[in-house]
């Protein structure tokens, strides 16, 4: 039997509707929408055409959206300075500083001058602390995490009491998502397992999984038979393994070898068109979140 296929596409288009509709409803009763910063700094070209997209995003949902291009010989106190500044403009509810960030500026120092009630990435150590206490603690989930349990949740995949297997132990998905499982609530109460490079008989772990969630970043990672046959499969992986000889564009390839594990999982989600679209729909939400506290 072949898996469904959880399209991440269509998921957070139903989700920025939502939104929209949300900040229509803020404008009509307070007059105010959703303030979002978006720092970019110098001209890396990936950073460039994410940021478009999550400024394009914004506007679209009618979001008051400030892109704010700094040069990259912009000093660490001048960018340290305008983080202030943004920290206290009541008009600014989400401050997003692009990364990576260039090489004289501490990049660790920059997260950490955010305001963590404005930290709409949930980078900023006090976010991280909130997100490990759970329940009313947690101000804003990071984004693709949140992103993942979303695809789970409304792919209807039972959650409570499920093996929960991940892959990967980053400090963006790997770990924030396991201990989002692993807590109480709605599209959680799982046994959580982190695996990684550092794991004996990954195959057997993953064989265990009834959601098997992928942020490992090497291309076809799991095989097939690492697959337990009905289990949900997300895969976070973006790889670019090639061009398109007649496009030009990026081949991107999970960490999932997707054409033969969709023929074993009962749920999947595929790249491009799975967890990718998710993240900046989480950031939208984050930012709503935090305006609707505020205002
Ligand atoms: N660079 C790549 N991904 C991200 C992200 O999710 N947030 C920020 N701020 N920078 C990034």
Known sequence: MTAEIISGTEISKAILAEIKQEVAEMKAKTGKVPGLVTIL???????ISYVTLKVRTALDLGFNEIQDNQPADISEADL???????????????ILVQLPLPKHVDEK??????????????FHPVNVGRLMIGGDEVRFLPCTPAGIQELIVRSGTETKGAEVVVVGRSNIVGKPIAMMMAQKGVGANSTVTIVHTGTKNLAAHCKRADILIVAAGVPNLVKPEW???????????????????????????GDVDFDKAKEIAGKITPVPGGVGPMTICMLMRNTLRSAQKSI
């Open 41 to 47: 700094v110098g001209e890396n070209p990936a950073s």
């Open 80 to 94: 340290l300075a305008l983080i202030d500044r943004y920290n206290n403009d009541p008009e600014i509810h989400g």
């Open 109 to 122: 120092k920059v997260l950490n001058a955010i305001n963590p009630d404005k930290d709409v990435d949930a």
């Open 227 to 253: 697959i337990k046959p009905g289990s949900t499969v997300i895969d976070v992986g973006v790889n670019r393994v090639g061009k398109n000889e007649q496009t030009g564009k990026a081949i991107l390839k």
